[in-house]
């Protein structure tokens, strides 16, 4: 029986059901990734986060901005040159959001500046810790720091005067450079003006001053303050009047046509060549940068007011890392956390098969960093020592530069294994690194596809061959996150370890499209995109929707970074108005707005910020009490369903679906320290309660020790 409450419910629901979804319920793409950076910058402006980690923090707001510039403010721009009245899903302009963007992205710098120096930097010198400003040195580190500047700075600079015979010089993407405005005669008689010095990427950007002479523990002098302080000795003769520190950052997208190319390497390495010479589309500059100098560079770079950022500090905040790495103050960082091997592998070695024994047992899951990424690369040294194993099939998105599983499968090559890997060339800023590991893997005779023409595989699988008895049996690991031994001790991830027959079968499907030709393959458990995985979503929601208007319990969760695709948010609504209830975690960019009534009022967005980066795709449908997870590659956003080859992959053993479960939700849900709740009007707001704190990682390192 149903109440007569529910039936009520249920009948204002198909009411609901029909109200249209349109533009105005979609929030700006761009203006959501400002909004994560703000919850960003929090963690740096909040007392109790660790004083370096509070500098990383900014850092990190840094780091993201210029990547905001390189790839969405520059896309923005293109948009405006090439379709200039054409509406997005949230019904604005290019010209309109790029409006709306600016004004954002000045006063989230503003802030971060401000942050910087009148906060985080004091505090810091109450530590030891300090950034020497050239105006503050005392004789005794002036001399020091002008011995360096002559011995091991002004030999690599070179100063280019500009005048009819030397243009001006083509700045690299991001590179720190100086205006040095001039008067006096040079040696040839010439009038001087203006001319630019450009910092060589050779030389260091933070410098570590010797305790003795800075008067604290950790004293570091910046480049740009050592060639500001003795600029004007690389022009003898001559008046300085001024040096001022500019960087402009340039549109970073590459476009490779892969329909038209032949070899898609060969093409991209010579589109790498010009990444870093696109066109302009942002300039810092000092703060106390006169009028005529800014015009100089405006008009050398085609930028507008709009365009510029005037900064009081260093223009490229990354580089202030070095700090954090290089100050050994445990107590002014967050506490050491090595995520635990599980019990299930603890003890076990390489070289007598036992992890395969183990796998054969039942599914294994890892949650990291919580949990080690170690498993993972035991099971590939097993599989390349293993005489038994006869192949190995990975994907690469990113690994890093110095990897040690990479370095695993080339070994695997080389011991006669059939080794195949899909390297995905055009993984944004780490292409280069990938095509370095395409040509070592080709050297010892490993197979190696670049996947397929037009979609990037995005999918995280290996696959290990096994010749055992009664044939040949597969063992399988699927993540959510990269084979990046580095970042999975710094985002967190699922992975699934198998020896599943049904899904290691599916697993091999893929790999078999993705080196070969044919027709699409069904697969019996895994979803995939480009084919079935947007289709299976939706279809999901529906049955929920379905559900809650026959009166039913119906209940949706999903975690993930970026949730942008429009049909997958207006079956979200479709599913709200009918009465399902929806939790989103989403870390990043969100187009949909939670709370609206009438539209959204059962659907609630939250996003943790902490100090690890939340990063893994968790899908939850509560299907009439089959309780439906899968772990996935991708985040529900165009690209990922329709142009990039994805997995989603269901969690089948009971006991590892509930601490998925409790794991991606019930504790993500329960944060009352980290979190942030969605408002109707597309802000966040801290969650805010005088309960007993609850910090969801902090309780994910506890919980996991033991598992």
């Not at 580190?141 to 500009?162: K, N, Y």
């Amino acid at each position: 029986m149903v109440s007569n409450s529910r039936k009520t419910a249920s009948q204002q629901a198909r009411k609901m059901a029909q109200m249209p979804v349109t533009s105005v319920e979609f929030l700006n793409r761009e203006l959501s990734l400002l909004q994560f950076n703000e919850r960003v910058l929090a963690m740096a402006h909040d007392p109790g986060t660790p004083l370096l980690e509070r500098l990383r923090y900014l850092c990190i707001v840094g780091s993201n901005l210029d990547e905001f510039f390189e790839i969405r403010v520059s896309s923005l721009k293109e948009q405006m040159r090439l379709h200039p009245t054409m509406r997005g899903p949230d019904g604005l302009t290019a010209g309109q959001a790029f409006d709306l963007v600016q004004k954002d992205v000045h006063s989230l710098v503003a802030r971060l500046y401000g942050l910087f120096n009148e906060e985080v930097l004091p505090n810091l010198r109450k530590e030891g810790v300090y950034l020497h400003h050239a105006h503050e040195w005392d004789e005794t580190q002036r001399e020091w720091a002008h011995d360096l500047f002559v011995r091991d700075m002004m030999p690599l600079l070179t100063p280019i005067g500009l005048d009819p015979a030397h243009p001006f010089p083509r700045v690299y993407n991001k590179s720190l450079n100086f205006l040095v405005p001039l008067s006096g005669e040079d040696a040839f008689g010439r009038k001087a003006s203006v001319a630019v010095v450009q910092a060589p990427r050779a030389l260091p950007r933070v410098v570590r001053m010797p305790p003795e002479i800075s008067g604290l523990p950790h004293g570091f002098i910046l480049l740009t303050s050592l060639i500001r302080a003795f600029a004007g000795e690389l022009f003898p003769g001559m008046t300085s009047r001024g040096v001022y520190q500019w960087r402009v950052t340039r549109n970073s997208d590459l476009f490779v046509d892969e329909e038209e190319v032949t070899n898609l390497r060969l093409a991209l390495q010579g589109e790498l060549s010009q990444r870093n010479f696109g066109s302009a589309v942002r300039l810092e500059i000092d703060q106390g940068t006169p009028p005529e100098i800014e015009g100089l560079l405006h008009e050398e770079f085609g930028l507008k007011q709009e365009d510029t950022y005037r900064v009081s500090g260093p223009a490229n905040f990354a580089r202030l890392m070095q700090i954090c790495q290089e100050v050994d103050r445990p107590d002014l960082l967050f506490p050491d956390s090595r995520g635990a091997i599980p019990k299930a592998f603890s003890g076990l070695t390489v070289r007598d098969g036992a992890i395969f024994d183990l796998l054969t047992r039942g599914d294994q899951l890892l949650h990291h960093p919580y949990q080690s990424f170690r498993p993972v690369i035991d099971l590939l040294t097993a599989a390349a020592r293993d005489p038994n194993v006869v192949a190995i099939k990975q994907t690469i998105y990113r690994t890093g530069e110095d990897s040690e599983l990479m370095q695993l499968l080339i070994a695997a090559a080389r011991a006669g294994k059939e080794v195949t890997v899909i390297v995905e060339l055009m993984a944004r800023f780490d292409e280069q690194t990938n095509i370095n590991w395409a040509a070592r893997l080709e050297e010892v005779g490993a197979h190696v596809s670049y996947g397929v023409v037009g979609h990037k595989t995005h999918a995280k699988m290996l696959l290990v061959l096994r010749r055992e008895k009664g044939g040949i049996k597969r063992y399988g690991h699927l993540g959510t996150g990269n084979y990046h031994s580095r970042t999975a001790r710094l985002y967190t991830d699922f992975g699934l370890m198998t020896a599943n027959p049904a899904m290691c079968e599916d697993m091999d499907k893929v790999f078999a499209q993705l080196t070969g030709l044919g027709a699409r393959r069904e697969l019996s458990l895994l979803l995939q995109s480009p084919f079935n995985m947007h289709g299976s979503i939706v279809d999901m929601i529906r049955a929920e929707a379905d559900a809650a208007r026959a009166g039913k319990r119906a209940s949706i969760k999903a975690k993930m970074n970026s949730l942008l695709e429009p049909q997958v948010i207006s079956e979200l609504y479709r599913a709200s108005q009918a009465g399902v209830k929806i939790d989103l975690i989403v870390r990043g960019a969100c187009a949909l707005r939670s709370g609206v009534p009438g539209l959204s009022e059962n659907i609630r967005v939250r996003s943790i910020i902490g100090r690890f980066l939340e990063h893994s795709r968790v899908f939850y449908f509560y299907a009439g009490g089959k309780e439906r997870v899968y772990l996935s590659s991708a985040d529900w956003m165009d690209r990922n369903f329709f142009r990039r080859v994805e997995l989603a992959f269901p969690v089948l053993n009971p006991a590892l679906k509930k601490r998925v479960i409790n794991e991606a939700f019930t504790l993500a849900l329960r944060d009352n320290v980290r979190a942030w709740v969605q408002q109707s009007d597309g802000t966040y707001s801290k969650v805010r309660s005088r309960r007993e704190p609850h910090v969801m990682q902090d309780q994910l390192v506890t919980l996991l020790q033991d598992k």
